[in-house]
């Protein structure tokens, strides 16, 4: 299972940004997480794989939505209301397993992050 994560980029705080992350091969649950500089990589959403079940951090909970489309294989992370907290390379992964989760060495496969940094 390969995974390509896109769509970070430079933004000013309060704006919206979508990432995608394109799967190939067979993926079930999938999650984001993100790693800020000099900082661990932590948990931000997950999504099981019919889309029912999501979890998110309580940082991002109320601004964040993770969706997905099964038969593009794309999950996607809307991000409302940014703020400079947020700023991290951002990572999806996937997990042979049909529910999301929130722990890290629960995820067999990564991406190879996207960056986003939000300006104040």
């Known amino acids: 299972v390969q995974l390509q994560a896109s769509g970070g980029g430079l933004v000013q705080a309060g704006v919206s940004l979508r990432l995608s992350c394109a799967a190939s091969g067979r993926t079930y649950g999938m999650g984001w997480f993100r790693q800020a500089p000099g900082k661990e990589r932590e948990f931000v959403a997950a999504?099981?794989?019919?889309?029912?079940?999501?979890y998110y951090a309580d940082s991002v909970k109320g601004r964040f939505i993770v969706s997905r489309d099964n038969a593009k294989k794309m999950v996607y992370l809307q991000m409302n209301s940014l703020k400079p907290e947020d700023t991290a390379v951002y990572y999806c992964?996937?997990?042979?397993?049909?529910?999301?989760?929130?722990?890290?060495?629960?995820?067999?496969?990564w991406g190879q992050g996207t960056l986003v940094t939000v300006s104040s």
């Open positions: 999504i099981s794989w019919s889309g029912g079940n999501t």
């Open positions: 992964a996937a997990r042979t397993d049909y529910r999301g989760s929130y722990y890290r060495y629960e995820y067999d496969y």
